[in-house]
């Protein structure tokens, strides 16, 4: 017997024994097919990985952080024997960059982490879209998910003014701005935003939902959108076939790849690795800690909010559009993902099948694209309607041509494939066989494409 039969035997004897007494079986999520390990079905598990690591970096700086706005009485990146009149907010953050060992890696690779946990949320989220997978049974699992992306986004907002930086002050006040402008609900949300009114209570109340509203919301929505993944399981491979079946039997779930331990070291696999690439680049490239609130010296800094905001940032830089009209779009938006399962109701799921709505999430992607930078080149400067319409106008016309274009050619062959399995025989009897102009294929026949 070799070395690695007797290492396999003797390790799935360990496991066999740990299963046993645990009874691991009952409660581990439930078995996967063996064609789901692959990257891109497992986005979502991405994202749980780097939520985990937020939660461990985050709770790590919550030792040092001091939540106040009230000045310090050490020096702060002040010269020896001077008092700093910067806010205490500022100075925790940079004695934890400066002070605190390895405090420079932990503050970066947690910011990195933002980035990289929203990106990654869109990541997953346009490949559902693509892909369809908000079609019955899993409604329900995509208005979950919509929700998640909200309160993900509200943890970077929250997030951004903790550093009490002058920019993050600004760009933070300038979306309260934007949510009090909202009719009837923008009067009923200041209180709780604005607190009593001064920077304090203003740092106070981000702080609390940071660290306590929005990961608690976080953690019960994600505990039902697994749930709900649970019931359903891993949605099958985008089809053309309207009558495939959108879950897996039992009996498919037995001949499907256990939790533990496979999948589960599947995923611990690419999250260290996703862990090991985001602390080398908070190595290679350490956060930079702009000046403070009040300083002088900032009063040239131009307002700019994370990179994820930014196409809101911009929208409201249109000329003749109001804060007002910018959040209505963006509430339209959200309605829009949050019902798009009852608003797509086609029972295919492929792609080339949805030219509408592939349209609509290719226009939507390339316009976030385009004006997250054009935001971040040109910040506070006012756009005019020609310049839009030359900038933006081109994004949905070419878009809606190609899109067109190929579903244009994929119908064609769909119906000449078509045509040659209903009529096999039909070239000796074109007249005799071929079908009539218009007519409908058999259902039996239909379905198997």
């Not at 050490?74 to 400066?98: D, E, K, L, M, N």
């Not at 390339?366 to 004006?371: G, I, L, P, Q, R």
């Not at 030359?390 to 000449?416: C, D, K, M, Q």
């Not at 218009?438 to 239909?446: H, K, Q, R, S």
């Amino acid at each position: 017997m070799t070395f690695s039969n007797w290492y396999n035997r003797s390790l799935n004897k360990i496991w066999g024994f740990v299963e046993d007494r645990t009874s691991m079986r009952k409660w581990a999520l439930r078995p996967q097919p063996e064609f789901s390990f692959k990257p891109s079905y497992w986005t979502g598990a991405f994202v749980v990985n780097a939520f985990l690591f937020q939660v461990v970096s985050g709770a790590l700086l919550l030792f040092y952080y001091q939540p106040s706005t009230a000045p310090t009485l050490t020096a702060c990146g002040q010269p020896v024997g001077t008092f700093s009149v910067a806010p205490a907010a500022w100075c925790s953050t940079y004695y934890i960059i400066h002070s605190i060992p390895m405090g420079s890696l932990l503050l970066s690779s947690h910011l990195y982490g933002a980035y990289a946990m929203i990106f990654l949320m869109f990541l997953h989220f346009f490949r559902g879209y693509y892909l369809g997978v908000y079609k019955a049974p899993r409604e329900f699992s995509w208005m979950v998910g919509t929700l998640l992306m909200v309160m993900t986004l509200g943890m970077g907002f929250t997030g951004y003014l903790l550093p009490y930086t002058q920019l993050s002050y600004n760009a933070t006040n300038v979306g309260i701005v934007l949510a009090l402008r909202l009719p009837t609900v923008g009067p009923l949300l200041g209180p709780f935003i604005l607190a009593d009114g001064t920077s304090q209570g203003l740092l106070s109340r981000m702080f609390d939902a940071h660290v306590l509203l929005i990961p608690l919301a976080l953690g019960g929505l994600l505990y039902a959108h697994i749930a709900l993944f649970e019931s359903h399981g891993i949605a099958p491979p985008a089809s053309s076939d309207p009558t495939q079946r959108r879950r897996f039997t039992e009996r498919e779930d037995k001949k499907s790849v256990p939790f533990m331990p496979h999948i589960f070291f599947y995923i611990t696999k690419w999250g260290l690795l996703y862990v090991g690439v985001l602390l080398g680049i908070a190595a290679l490239w350490p956060w930079s800690l702009p000046t403070y609130v009040g300083n002088l010296a900032a009063a040239g800094v131009v307002t700019e909010p994370d990179w994820y905001f930014l196409w809101l940032f911009k929208l409201v830089d249109f000329q003749g559009v109001t804060p007002v009209i910018a959040v209505g779009l963006s509430n339209v938006l959200l309605v829009y993902v949050l019902l798009l399962p009852f608003l797509d109701r086609s029972k295919r799921t492929h792609p080339r099948d949805r030219p509408l709505f592939i349209w609509l999430a290719t226009s939507l992607l390339a316009f976030f694209v385009m004006m997250t930078v054009w935001g971040g080149e040109t910040p506070g400067v006012q756009i005019t309607p020609p310049s839009v319409a030359i900038t933006l106008g081109p994004i949905f016309v070419v878009n809606g041509l190609v899109v067109a274009l190929f579903h244009w050619r994929y119908r064609r062959s769909y119906e000449r494939r078509l045509a040659a399995r209903m009529f096999p025989y039909a070239g000796p009897f074109p007249a005799a066989h071929s079908p009539a102009a218009g007519a409908t294929p058999a259902p039996e026949v239909a379905s198997r494409e």
